[in-house]
């Protein structure tokens, strides 16, 4: 069973939940969370939700992400899962090599926002100065034909080759490598967390984590160096 000490990590929860009615959703609900940690490291995730009406057709939005970047523990993880049909789905996964060791200069923020039909995931590492951030865009309005959209930095992936990305976070430039790798199903919070931990376990004990695939370094653009605020989380 998964357990959390609030004095060794840091467990971020955000629950938002916009209702919208009319022709056109007008919400827009955002929440912004930073841990700066000198023991354990970030363990937690938060969620994001809404609904309404737009061009006649009815949408949902329910986004939850999940985080663990342990000191002592390489690799860690992140990950979304998305529930707005009513299936839960891992969205994508990141498998992630570190060189984590409890600093205080080291930063970790996350930022999620529903603008209208989409909802939106950003996340921003920076450990020892090497920086890789990303953005996750979907759209739930069942009128769209571009449903997902992911992006490292300047870089946009084809989820449709592979949704889970090994990152090497140890030095830079981060490598980034997206494996075509079969994520499970998602059960529920608690189960999808434990699953995830033992997947990547096996993945490593089969060394398929560092099998052959699709590497890129990451460009970060004009804002490489900057820690970034609020309104540029999801650009």
């Known amino acids: 069973m998964r357990s959390i000490n609030p004095g060794n990590g840091l467990r971020l929860l955000t629950l938002t939940l916009v209702l919208c009615l009319g022709s056109v959703s007008k919400g827009q609900l955002s929440s912004i969370s930073e841990g700066r940690l000198s023991i354990s490291g970030p363990e937690g995730g938060g969620s994001i939700g809404a609904f309404g009406f737009s061009d006649g057709a009815y949408y949902n939005i329910t986004l939850e992400r999940e985080i663990s970047i342990l000191k002592g523990e390489s690799p860690g993880f992140m990950y979304i899962v998305d529930s707005s049909s009513g299936k839960r789905q891992f969205s994508f996964l990141c498998v992630i090599e570190h060189s984590f060791q409890g600093s205080e200069d080291d930063i970790f923020l996350s930022h999620m926002q529903t603008r209208n039909s989409e909802g939106v995931v950003s996340q921003w590492f920076q450990i020892k100065g090497v920086i890789c951030r990303l953005n996750y865009l979907m759209n739930a309005h069942p009128q769209k034909k571009t449903a997902e959209n992911l992006t490292f930095g300047l870089r946009a992936v084809d989820l ?41 376990q096996n993945w490593q004990n089969n060394g398929n984590l560092t099998q052959h695939g699709k590497s890129f370094l990451f460009e970060a653009g004009p804002v490489a160096a900057q820690k970034p605020r609020e309104a540029e989380m999801d650009q």
Not at 180 to 189: E, I, T
């Open 160 to 200: 449709k080759k592979g949704r889970v990305f090994y990152i090497d976070l140890r030095k830079s430039p981060v490598q980034i490598t997206q494996l075509g790798l079969q994520l499970p199903k998602s059960h529920d919070s608690l189960k999808d967390f434990d699953q995830i931990r033992k997947e990547i």
